[in-house]
């Protein structure tokens, strides 16, 4: 396992956490019939569910500027290049 796989596997448990923590809290809240607590919960589970999204989508918008460039087609001759036959 590399770096880069450890550090997505943590980010990856820290999203999951980040989000399940206030949900399992307003699902607490809402069972046992505490309004306040319900109401201070969801929204920040709502927050963090949008935080963790757009983090996923930068990451992969980055990942997709970054990929390596697909590989010309065989017997593709470029324009002034020492092709044989011209």
Known sequence: MTDGDKAN???TAAG????A????AAGVCVLTR????AWVFGPVAAVCGVLVH???YVDA????LYRP?????SGYCAE???CPGG
């Not at 460039?69 to 087609?73: A, E, G, K, M, R």
């Open 54 to 56: 757009a983090s996923l």
């Open 61 to 64: 918008r980055q990942a997709e």
């Open 21 to 24: 923590t206030p949900v399992l």
């Open 69 to 73: 460039v697909p590989p010309l087609p």
């Open 80 to 82: 002034h290049s020492d």
């Open 34 to 37: 505490r309004a306040v607590g």
């Open 9 to 11: 596997a943590w980010m």
């Open 16 to 19: 999951v956490i980040f989000v």
